[in-house]
């Protein structure tokens, strides 16, 4: 029997997904994305939703079985609880796929995987406001963030996927059958736990604590045996197997990177398995912690006998002892550098310096030291302005600190110091030369303290300065940096090895840090236990995020009033002023306030026992799961070139081999990160040959995906997120050049927040996922029938897409999945002679397709319908130039040429960006005054007038070109509204006159002529 499709082929609540996946990324406490940084996480509610929807079956699949059905409808319908929480919707347009929806099983599984509020819908509905982020998503939905230890909801998915699961093989068992027995395997867990979480001093290795582990060992392996086996062989941060375990499946990962396979551990394995209750009895507690500790213990940690307290309960032994020792870390660093962070006259610490590099003007006789300001603010919020104000004597700069406004412009534009005292430009090539030479000198600015009204800067004092210019001398690392990609332009400021990122202070804390952790080691033992390796691992993690924060290639964020880390471009760009933070200090930059966020996350995942199996390996070994073992693989490869993840973690890597490094012999044995297997299309790994790279990257997902079309029965679900054309086809070919097709594709929103600022096509703001299936392509597909069944699908697929608000790049990318699966059946596509058709041709007709759908029904000019399909597109962003010529083709006749000349497009080197209505009035003063010319120039030149003070003119304009209420000028006019950015003043103008429009007709009718014509008139 054919297998029933799985959810994830047929239907998804993309809207739903999007708007709780944009809610994600400003979730902090808790969060995955707290405990390190890595790059491109993808958001838990997408990959929860994809691995669920990647293992159930379409409850309307005829041959979906019937104890599937059943257990939905015992578990969703209508009479599974008091309140009918996954009843469909009556009629909200364009929220989930099909509309209005029905009352069916497939829908109920959509809307139990979420749902949007009451509040929600009504906003949906009748655009009553929009409510919070937190209350757009209904409270019984499986993707909630709030949802991630609910035990009855996520029980619910796990046990939908259970009879998913057991009824594949199982045919004759009933939902009844399989419920039940999915409780007496769950509850044989729980009571396991509970046996083993009550002995008393259980970190004792008595017979009994090793029979109740193994006992609970052997529960959980009896319920994992029966649920899915689910990988993602480019693991990364960990989002997509964190979220396989949490569903209760089998959960593998693999990641070539030494980081990544920290932080996964960190994340995904040491908190399911050790961070559970445990308790002490007195003696062994103050043996292991102090009598110090045991009299800080609150009265809840306490267990009380005859009034007598005899012992200890601690809810969360792992979050306890990282606590405890990072805690005796910090405190052992501080008795040796604390006194190079002095506390101001009253004992307050400050919780941040504000340095300056600074460069030597260039004039022989000026040779003044200047700071290399780009401003002078240290706060500019909406309520407060500080700043720093210079006050020059001599050759002698000073500063004072000021409250409001500052006029003044920086001394460093883009690297060129203007000297304020001679005014000579020493330019950036100079500066740069300096700092190559030995390095720009630096000098502390001020001094951020916390006040009674949050953050104060004042100027340092003597012995805060004297301080900083007494540091010892300590090793520092100079493993080198990658040109072009971590180093970013660093390179060519002479920065190229790991250490030239720290100020010698930094240097000074982060060196003795790691001394201190190597005597926690010596005590600790890693190397002999199991779960001191993880409260090890953790001191680690912690000493990565306080080097984050310590670096002086950081940022002060005066708008905001923050230390940020230098990754925020996913490469690092020189810095001309940054922050240093004092660790030891109370505040939100300290190290005790880093330790607060591990210890957030170890206690948000530690209530479910399922940990994820990580291994640190480049995938692809055929050999690593035997045949058809993994039910799924769920997986977010890497984008192309888009992130250099090795480059980047190398700035980590470097300490953790020296924090961790005799922790994980094996995985740190190299130098720096692997590079070589790593698969990105990063052109600097392949001997500057984009063509190798691009070769390198399609080869490498081609082996992967090979390996694991090999070992996966079910399904394979591939999240991307690359916008370009060459990344797609790469993506494609290897995919069908590992015999599967694509059979489902859905573009999720993540970033959903911009789009109103119409940035489409400068950052991908969706992410595509395409569900596969592991299959044999089959025979000859001919180019006409392939081309017209594309045709139609993607028509299908951007009418959904548009109305779901995707644009631009985004709607292209999302249209290609669907285009794919239509060439995909077949082995080969051929044309009428015989030669076959390529993927990127393939692709090149999804996007055509795209184009034309847009255009559907739009009738005018060419060049009109060029300008509102491009706008579609791509917005005002930037686009390759490539792009102009391709689309000009798409069934318009327009030569490209022309549409430069006419300032549809303006060139920006080898791009171009599409004009505004401004732009192209500046670049041709009589543009629209013609009659008869195209339609955009008329709107164009009204905008233009709508925006000016002339209103007669306007209305003398109107009634000559647009008397007409149902002319083709208002039907251009209320199109370009719909495509263009809201916020941009092309939206302002436009929408304007489109909401003055029966005025303007009405007024136009009676408008005087001009006064020289008039005068003529009477003469
Ligand atoms: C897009 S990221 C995955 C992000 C992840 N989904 C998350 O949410 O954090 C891609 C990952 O693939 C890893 N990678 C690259 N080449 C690899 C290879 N040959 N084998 C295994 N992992 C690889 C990178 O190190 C990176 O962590």
Known sequence: MTPPKKLIEVAMPIKEISAESVRDKSIRHGHISTLHLWWARRPLPVCRAVVFASLVPDPLDENCPQAFRDAVEMLLGNQAEQIDYYAPYKDIPWTSVYDPMEDNLRNRLQLFIGKFTDEMQQHLLYHKPKPAAGKQIADSSLIKWDNKNNE?????????????????????????????????????????????YRLPDRHIETEQVLQATANLQRAIDAFLDKMPRVFDPFAGGGAIPLEAARLGCRSYGNDINPVAHIIQKGSLEFPQKYGKPISYSKTEFIKLYGQDTWDKLSGSQLVYQNGEAIGAKIDNRLSFDVAFYARKLLSEAEKEIGHYYPADTKGGKPIAYYWARVGTCSNPSCKAEVPLLKGFYLANTQTKQVYLHPVINGKQIDFEVRHGKCDLDG????????????????????????????????????????????????????????????????????EKMQRNSAGGDTFSWGVTEWGQMFSPRQLLALQTLVQKLQEIKAALQPDKDDYAKAVVTYLGILLDRVILSNTSFGRWHNGRETLEHPFAKQAIPMIFDYPESNMFCNSTGSAYNQLEWLTRYIESESNFPFASKMQNASSGEKNQFAEKYLTAVVTDPPYYDAIAYADLSDFFYVWLKRTLGDVYPLNFATPQTPKTEECTALKHHHSNSKDRA??????????????????????????????????????????????????????????????????????????????CKPSQREGFGSYREVKRAIEQTVAIEVEMLYKLGFRGADLLTACFGKAVSEFGKYQRVEKADGSEVSVAELLEMAREAAFNA?????DGDDVTKFYIGWLQLFGFAESDFDDAAKFSRVG???????????????????????????????????????????LIDLVHRAMMMYKGSDRQALLRYINERASQPDGNFWRVLTSLCEVLPQGSDDYKQASGLLANKDSLIRESKTVQQPAVEQTRLFE
């Open 152 to 196: 009855k909801i996520i029980n619910k998915a796990r046990k939908l996927i259970w009879v998913a699961h057991n009824s594949k093989e199982n045919t004759g068992a009933t939902a009844n059958d399989l419920l039940a027995s999915f409780d007496d395997h769950y509850k044989a867990i729980k009571d396991a736990e509970k046996a083993l």
């Open 411 to 478: 001394w460093n534009n883009r690297g060129n110091l203007k000297c304020p005292f001679c005014g000579s430009i020493t330019d950036v090539k100079q500066i740069k030369q300096q700092n190559i030479n030995g390095g720009l000198g630096e000098r502390l600015l001020a001094i951020i303290v916390d006040g009674q009204h949050g953050k104060e800067y004042r100027l340092p004092t003597l012995s805060e300065i004297a301080s900083a210019a007494i540091i010892p001398t300590v090793e520092r690392p100079t």
């Open 694 to 771: 691009k070769a390198h990257f399609e080869d490498k997902l081609t082996q992967i995906f090979d390996a694991i079309e090999h070992q996966t029965s079910d399904i394979v679900s591939i999240m991307f997120a690359h916008q370009s054309t060459a990344a797609w086809t790469t993506l494609c070919n290897s995919i069908l050049g590992a015999r599967m097709n694509i059979t489902g594709s859905w573009a999720m929103d993540t970033e959903m927040a911009n789009r109103s600022l119409g940035l489409a096509g400068a950052a991908l703001e969706s992410s595509v996922t395409v569900s």
């Open 854 to 858: 847009l255009l559907k029904g739009f």
């Open 892 to 934: 318009l006749s327009i030569n490209v040429d022309e549409l430069f000349r006419q300032h549809i497009l303006i060139k920006n080197g080898n791009k171009q960006t599409l004009g505004t209505y401004e732009e192209r009035i500046m670049a041709s003063k009589s543009l629209g005054d013609k009659a008869g010319g195209n």
